[in-house]
């Protein structure tokens, strides 16, 4: 079974993650606690939720997001609304000069990329020396439930769909592993933290419908999947979400922060 990983329309995404990223994104930037009027780069910026919490929370002098998939960099530049700067690019190909900004960040994007070493390599090229490289990453096989909570309920119906399953694909997403590897990529000072938010859904139709947007491992997942088989997990997974007496559902998004800083 192959579902893709890819992102590439902005307006699914806001639907699925967008709207609990731009929860966690002023808890990162909390922590990081970077002095105001500094430059930030921000790399697989997908729609802008981070640069957006950068220019409303930190006084920035300077914010440049970076996208690889038209999409989202096209939503980007619209959600931003001329207040960053916008380009195409990877996390291994970032479109800046040497020592171009103070602090270089990634929200939500490090375990898909290919080679996160390299992608470390690349940020703290960008970013001059003592400045900071930091990302934060979502914990998918524990408390990032609305993801869990889905792939619990698709392996008890389809046990190919582990092989699908973000906990286990990414192992990345924890802090040891995380730590280990900023460290390995020459960052020093390295810290890691934890950073929780709610998750409340109105009904079951507002933390289903996402799914059938398709963007990312598990909607994917979902939309490859015929009717019959798509129906059984929808109504599998209502049986098995804690849902209220008005039919509202709470649940909690934990992302994992790390941080470091660039020695050159």
């Not at 559902?249 to 660039?262: D, K």
Request: with cysteine.
């Amino acid at each position: 079974m192959t579902v893709s990983d890819t992102w590439q329309q902005g307006d699914p995404y806001e639907r699925y993650i967008g709207r609990w990223s731009r929860e966690v994104a002023p808890k990162f930037l909390e922590w990081l606690a970077v002095p105001k009027g500094r430059k930030f780069a921000d790399i697989g910026c997908g729609t802008g939720a981070l640069a957006g919490a950068i220019l409303a929370h930190c006084a920035p002098s300077l914010v440049v997001g970076v996208e690889p998939s038209p999409g989202f960099a096209k939503s980007a530049k619209e959600n931003l609304a001329g207040r960053a700067l916008v380009f195409q690019g990877s996390a291994t190909s970032i479109p800046l000069d040497d020592d171009a900004v103070d602090v270089v960040v990634s929200g939500l994007v490090l375990n898909f990329v290919p080679d996160p070493r390299a992608a470390l390599i690349e940020m703290a090229r960008v970013a001059h020396n003592d400045g900071t490289v930091a990302a934060y990453v979502w914990d998918y096989a524990g408390k990032m439930q609305l993801i869990r909570r889905f792939w619990d309920a698709a392996v008890e119906l389809d046990p190919a769909a582990k092989a699908l399953d973000e906990g286990p694909r990414f192992p990345l997403c924890n802090p040891d592993a995380l730590a280990e590897l900023f460290a390995g990529a020459g960052l020093r000072d390295v810290a890691t933290t934890t950073l929780d938010v709610p998750t409340k859904f109105t009904s079951f139709d507002d933390y289903w419908q996402p799914f059938e947007g398709g963007q990312g491992p598990a909607p994917a997942y979902a939309m490859s999947l015929d009717e019959a088989a798509r129906t059984r997990l929808r109504e599998h997974l209502r049986t098995r979400l804690p849902v209220t007496g008005k039919g509202a559902i709470s649940l909690t998004a934990r992302a994992f922060g790390v941080r470091g800083t660039v020695a050159k």
